[in-house]
Every structure is written in structure tokens, then in C-alpha cells.
């Protein structure tokens, strides 16, 4: 890699005035969003599970969104493992990518929580099962596939978006089964969306200051996936999802990527590098490629969020 592109990996010195105050933006949002167990879940449903232990009858979610939630919790119990590798891959960098860090860590650190204790209070879980398969994903441990601080930003920002998406999506698909259930994915998905914020602005403002950046999206943006490797069937779970709880191709193309590529303005990027020029035209190539997926599986069901997430950043 020559040395033009391999700054293009790192983060602009440079920037560091506008990165400290989208960070100080993310606190004050992050100040009105935040949330509360006591108010959010049904502690009246709690009861003695050595009283009254487990049974599968007890589960009311139907089958396709209790897979839904169980692995959305199973994808947020990585936590240590993102953590632990977004710590090294800043480290040497700006101090207010571990300002931020930090707070992501906290907030993100709710999700799991609120999840398992949902499914556990509403008998939705088996609790000895649920142990099981957390523990055996954490202990399979999960590294990010990318090893310089834009690249794995570039890869938070659709994550974030991505799990925003998946978010509204399953809080529409099981609104009629639980709406309290809607009503703590909702929650999540705001959350969710403060952490995309911040991660596609940082990224914003290096397409900025150069559009050349554009080179490092265009490698994250074409391999995405969704950190699930350690869960049992995961292909098997997503093509539920898919199928039944309102998050495939299609809503992945029009609430990710083409909202993604549009923020970002990639066609009206002027890169100078070469290998950044043919990184635009993969871009939207990729996006063209996924929308004609898409249309093919007869476009989104409108529950992905696919109106603009700009809003709760003001
Ligand atoms: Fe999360
Ligand atoms: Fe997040």
C-alpha cells in the first residue's frame, strides 16, 4: 500500500476540533435519550423460577421474533470483544476517540442487559438455555476484521445503522405480540442511532477534508457483515428474521446503504487518487447491484426505519 492510502486509513490530526465537538454533541443527545429499567420493563410479570421453573408453554413471543430478540442479544453481548479491539486500534490516536469509547461502552452495556432481563421476566427465555448459548458466544471470543481506525469506523457506522434498522423493524413486526417489547426496541434503536451519528460524521468530515476517503469505505462498505459468526445457525436465524420479523436485503439496501451512500454524497465526490476514483464507481455500483436485489424480493416492508435518522441528532 503506498503511503497516500495508507494515511487514509488513519485518523486527520487536523480534525480533532470538529471530532471533539460531534463527541460533545453525542453527550448532550445521549443526556436526552437516555432511558431507565425501572420505567421500561414489566417487573410486575417477575416470578420464582425455582417456585415455578420453566416451561416452553410460558413463552408467548412467537417463534420468529423470539429469534429476533435472543439474537440481537447474542449480537450485543460481544460488547467486551468491540471494545477491547476499538481500544487497541485507537490507541496512539485521538484522545477523543477514547473519550467517546468509553461512553459508547456504557451506554451499549444496557442493551444486553435490558434484553436478557426482558426475556427473563416475561418467560419468553428458557434461563438455563439462554446461559448457555450467552456464555458459550462470549467465550468464543469475536475480533473486528479490520485493522486501522477509519476502516473500522467506516464498518461501526453501518453497524450502528444496521442494528437501528433491525431495531424498528422487529418493534414493528411485534408490536401486536408485546408492545412493551416495542417499546424497550425502540428505545435501543435511538440509541442506536446517536452511535451512528457520531461514527458516519467522523467519516463525513474526512470525506471532507479529503475526498479520497472515500477509497477505505468502498473495501468495508462491499464486505459487510453483521458480527455473528459465534452464534449457533446464524444464517438460519437471519432468514427467519428476514422472512418473518421485517429485516432482509431489502430493508438493508434502502435504511443502510443507499441512506448511507446519500449522506455521504458518494456520487458527488471528487477523489483525485486513482484507486479512490475507481472506489467511488464500486460504491455505487455495490448499491445499484443491492437495489436491484432488493426490487427483485419485492423492496422493504416499510418497519426498517427508512425515514431519515437525522432528526434525533439536532
Ligand atoms: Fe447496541
Ligand atoms: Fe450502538
Not at 125 to 135: I, N, V
Request: hydrophobic share 45%; with cysteine; glycine share 6%.
Amino acid at each position: 500500500m503506498s503511503d497516500a492510502f495508507a494515511a487514509l486509513t488513519h485518523v486527520d490530526a487536523g480534525l480533532e476540533p470538529t471530532l471533539r465537538r460531534l463527541y460533545e454533541r453525542h453527550r448532550e443527545a445521549a443526556r436526552r435519550v437516555d432511558w431507565s429499567y425501572a420505567a421500561l420493563l414489566p417487573w410486575e410479570e417477575g416470578r420464582d423460577f425455582r417456585r415455578v421453573p420453566w416451561r416452553p408453554e410460558q413463552r408467548r413471543l412467537s417463534a420468529p421474533i423470539y429469534v429476533a430478540v435472543e439474537t440481537a442479544l447474542l449480537t450485543e453481548v460481544n460488547l467486551p470483544w468491540f471494545t477491547t479491539s476499538l481500544d487497541g486500534l485507537f490507541r496512539g490516536s485521538l484522545a477523543v476517540l477514547h473519550d467517546f469509547l468509553r461512553s459508547w461502552t456504557a451506554e451499549e452495556d444496557q442493551h444486553s442487559d435490558i434484553l436478557q432481563t426482558y426475556l427473563l421476566l416475561t418467560r419468553n427465555a428458557d434461563p438455563q438455555r439462554l446461559h448457555d448459548l450467552r456464555r458459550g458466544v462470549i467465550e468464543q471470543g469475536f475480533t473486528v476484521d479490520y485493522h486501522t481506525p477509519i476502516e473500522v469506523m467506516v464498518f461501526t457506522t453501518i453497524q450502528e445503522l444496521a442494528t437501528r434498522a433491525f431495531y424498528l423493524a422487529v418493534a414493528a413486526a411485534g408490536c401486536d405480540q408485546d408492545p412493551v417489547l416495542a417499546r424497550i426496541l425502540r428505545r435501543l434503536a435511538r440509541d442506536e442511532t446517536l452511535h451512528y451519528g457520531f461514527y458516519r460524521d467522523v467519516i463525513a468530515a474526512h470525506l471532507q477534508a479529503n475526498p479520497n476517503y472515500v477509497w477505505p469505505i468502498a473495501r468495508v462498505l462491499q464486505d459487510f457483515n453483521m458480527p455473528g459468526h459465534a452464534m449457533p445457525d446464524f444464517r438460519g436465524r437471519m432468514k427467519t428474521i428476514a422472512r418473518h420479523a421485517g429485516y432482509g436485503p431489502a430493508e438493508y439496501h434502502q435504511a443502510v446503504v443507499a441512506t448511507l451512500v446519500r449522506h455521504w454524497g458518494v456520487d458527488r465526490l471528487q477523489p483525485t487518487l486513482a484507486g479512490a476514483i475507481a472506489a467511488r464507481a464500486d460504491i455505487l455500483a455495490h448499491r445499484d447491484r443491492l437495489g436491484r436485489m432488493a426490487e427483485r424480493l419485492g423492496g422493504p416492508r416499510g418497519g426498517a426505519g427508512n425515514e431519515a435518522p437525522a432528526a434525533l441528532l439536532r
